[in-house]
T-cell receptor
Framework: DQQVKQNSPSLSVQEGRISILNCDYT??????FLWYKKYPAEGPTFLIS?????DKNEDGRFTVFLNKSAKHLSLHIVPSQPGDSAVYFC???????????FGKGTKLTVNP | DGGITQSPKYLFRKEGQNVTLSCEQN?????MYWYRQDPGQGLRLIYY???????QKGDIAEGYSVSREKKESFPLTVTSAQKNPTAFYLC???????????????FGEGSRLTVL
């Protein structure tokens, strides 16, 4: 049973436009959500996070939105740059847990 | 510079052989984790350790073993009992309290194991 779902395996956008990556979850016990970025043959790096008590968190070009009623979060990248091309993983933490549950990832390609 | 070092980066082994993947961190982190990534799959937790000499099974621990004799080191052994060991293995660490407190993991660059 996949608790964190990234239904789009890939996304392609033009440089300068907005990239929107989506993530749905099923476990209402998740209290913290994170986005990681991963380049090929490298480990993921933390990008941005949001607590379940908030609905938006912003860091430069990256904004994460959380809609708890819909059990949906999204990552917005504005403006998109070619260097943003990578696989993006959505992750969630069940409250009080030592584990993160990861989605399958979305491969973003930003075309010059 | 502080970070997490995984070695080797690439490893080939024959079926039936045990293999040990190294993970060392100099971040002074208390908690360490091993994840496995397969193509088209998310990261799945194998084992994690909050303190020295203590570790817990993750979601897919069968066929793997770990040790935590030093704070800096968390080696993973892929045993011959692991049915499908070919994968990309990622080691991670985080500050005191682990994921429960901070949520954020710091990852190494990974080790790709191919069993022939």
């Amino acid at each position: 049973d996949q608790q964190v779902k990234q239904n789009s395996p890939s996304l392609s956008v033009q440089e300068g436009r907005i990239s929107i990556l989506n993530c749905d979850y099923t476990n209402s016990m998740f209290d913290y959500f994170l986005w990681y970025k991963k380049y090929p043959a490298e480990g993921p790096t933390f990008l941005i996070s949001i607590s379940s008590i908030k609905d938006k968190n912003e860091d430069g070009r990256f904004t994460v939105f959380l809609n708890k009623s819909a059990k949906h979060l999204s990552l917005h990248i504005v403006p998109s740059q070619p260097g943003d091309s990578a696989v993006y993983f959505c992750a969630a933490r069940p409250g009080g847990s030592e584990k993160l549950v990861f989605g399958k990832g979305t491969k973003l390609t930003v075309n010059p | 510079d502080g970070g997490i070092t995984q070695s080797p980066k690439y490893l080939f082994r024959k079926e039936g052989q045990n293999v040990t993947l190294s993970c060392e961190q100099n971040l002074n982190h208390d908690a360490m984790y091993w994840y496995r990534q397969d193509p088209g799959q998310g990261l799945r937790l194998i084992y994690y350790s909050q303190i020295v000499n203590d570790f817990q099974k993750g979601d897919i621990a069968e066929g793997y073993s770990v040790s935590r004799e030093k704070k800096e080191s968390f080696p993973l052994t892929v045993t011959s009992a692991q049915k499908n060991p070919t994968a990309f293995y990622l080691c991670a660490s985080t500050r005191r309290g682990g994921v429960r407190v901070t949520g954020e993991l710091f990852f190494g660059e990974g080790s790709r194991l191919t069993v022939l």
